[in-house]
Antibody, heavy 118, light 110 residues
Framework: EVQLVESGGGLVQPGGSLRLSCAAS????????MNWVRQAPGKGLEWVSY????????YYADSVKGRFTISRDNAKNSLYLQMSSLRAEDTAVYYC???????????WGQGTLVTVSS | QAGLTQPPSVSKGLRQTATLTCTGN????????VAWLQQHQGHPPKLLSY???NRPSGISERFSASRSGNTASLTITGLQPEDEADYYC???????????FGGGTKLTVL
């Protein structure tokens, strides 16, 4: 059974930092490109970042560029998102996802809620 | 980052057909593969179609997608109560080097 389990969310003050983790199982993580996608309360989906299977290719949304860092550890079947200089508008459920618009076989975690508030 | 344009809401009757649209430009919808995702309240999204008109295994044949120019469409036939959900289109944007999503369409089945 495929599982993506996010952790690390919580309440953080503006300007603070948080590190999200995503533990993958049930599929070949090491050959899968991965993404972080977020969804603010009551809003639509917003892509955050992409990392290729080898970590050689990384992309970020303009809204997080310079503040967030995506990484992965294929030996641990894990995906990470280091978030710094957090703002109120970063408040959202963050999904770890094996997803790409041109690729079959999507997997999504249940999400972890990040709340940025004083 | 500019996203794709979707109507905020569509309402159709039970067993009717709904067509949802998604408009982009030549950097995304027009020349990159489009995906459609379904999201029920409180759940993660689920892929319904990828690369314009390909249906993943396990997805009902009632869902079909197409693309013409810079506009993509998702057609749902024989609407059922469980089809009531939010639907998102998505594509790679070659000028932004980013995945873009539409704002989502809330489908109501009357």
């Amino acid at each position: 059974e495929v599982q993506l389990v996010e952790s690390g969310g919580g309440l953080v003050q503006p300007g603070g930092s948080l590190r999200l983790s995503c533990a993958a199982s049930g599929f070949t993580f090491s050959t899968s490109s991965m993404n972080w996608v977020r969804q603010a309360p009551g809003k639509g989906l917003e892509w955050v970042s992409y990392i290729s299977s080898s970590s050689r290719t990384i992309y970020y949304a303009d809204s997080v560029k310079g503040r967030f860092t995506i990484s992965r550890d294929n030996a641990k079947n894990s995906l990470y998102l280091q978030m710094s200089s957090l703002r109120a508008e970063d408040t959202a459920v963050y999904y770890c996802a094996r997803y790409f618009p041109t690729t079959d076989g999507d997997y999504w975690g249940q999400g972890t809620l990040v709340t940025v508030s004083s | 980052q500019a996203g794709l344009t979707q109507p905020p809401s569509v309402s159709k009757g039970l067993r009717q057909t709904a067509t949802l649209t998604c408009t982009g430009n030549s950097n995304n919808v027009g020349n990159q593969g489009v995906a459609w995702l379904q999201q029920h309240q409180g759940h993660p999204p689920k892929l319904l179609s990828y690369r314009n008109n390909n249906r993943p295994s396990g997805i009902s044949e009632r869902f079909s997608a197409s693309r013409s120019g810079n506009t993509a469409s998702l057609t749902i036939t024989g609407l059922q109560p469980e089809d009531e959900a939010d639907y998102y289109c998505s594509a790679w944007d070659s000028s932004l080097s980013a995945v873009v999503f539409g704002g989502g369409t809330k489908l109501t089945v009357l």
